[in-house]
């Protein structure tokens, strides 16, 4: 566990053991391999509640599946970051994002579940899904995926970096 200066702990990224498990529960979903993001705008940052539809944005929302209902969200983003391990070291092995609409002041906001479901699954699978991200967004994602580990954005691969490309 990481600590800053005040002796908070520091969200991170999880790093992936190369241990496979096959005794009670194999076949479920794996989420030591996961980590979750959110896109606010100009700003992208780990936000680990997202696993649990508990992120700081979603904290205090109902969430409704008719998008009319929510006419002044304003436009997040989970970002499901996959991280893996290769011979040069870790890297984003698959990201994917999935939108909703968060309205504090009404406390109403727009999802998808299922949607949410399925690209965390992608993301697991090594998938690269941004379709939606606009150039801000995708800035946005790119420097926090930089600043949390430059190394591991080297060692990613070709799809990652162009998929976010500006």
């Known amino acids: 566990m990481n600590f800053d200066k005040k002796g908070k702990k520091n969200l991170s990224l999880n ?3 190369n241990k496979e498990h ?5 076949g479920t979903i ?3 391999q ?11 940052y780990i936000d680990i509640g997202a696993l649990h539809a508990k992120s700081k944005v979603e904290k205090g929302i109902k969430f ?22 290769k011979e040069e070291g870790s890297y984003y092995a698959g990201v994917t994002v999935c939108e909703m609409l968060i309205d ?46 430059q190394e591991w954005w080297e060692n990613s691969g070709d799809e ?3 998929g976010l490309n500006t």
């Open 15 to 17: 790093v992936v053991s």
């Open 104 to 149: 504090e002041e009404a406390r109403r906001g727009w999802k998808i579940l299922a949607d949410h479901v399925n690209k965390m699954d992608k993301a697991l699978k090594r998938k690269f899904i941004l379709d939606g991200l606009d150039d801000t967004e995708k800035t946005a994602l790119q420097t926090a995926l930089m600043e949390h580990n």
């Open 160 to 162: 990652l970096k162009e």
């Open 64 to 85: 409704l599946t008719d998008k009319e209902e929510v006419p002044n969200g304003r436009k997040c983003w989970i970002a499901w970051v996959a991280v893996d391990r």
């Open 22 to 26: 096959k005794g009670f529960g194999a």
């Open 34 to 44: 996961m980590s979750s993001m959110i896109i606010d705008g100009d700003k992208a």
């Open 30 to 32: 794996n989420l030591s």
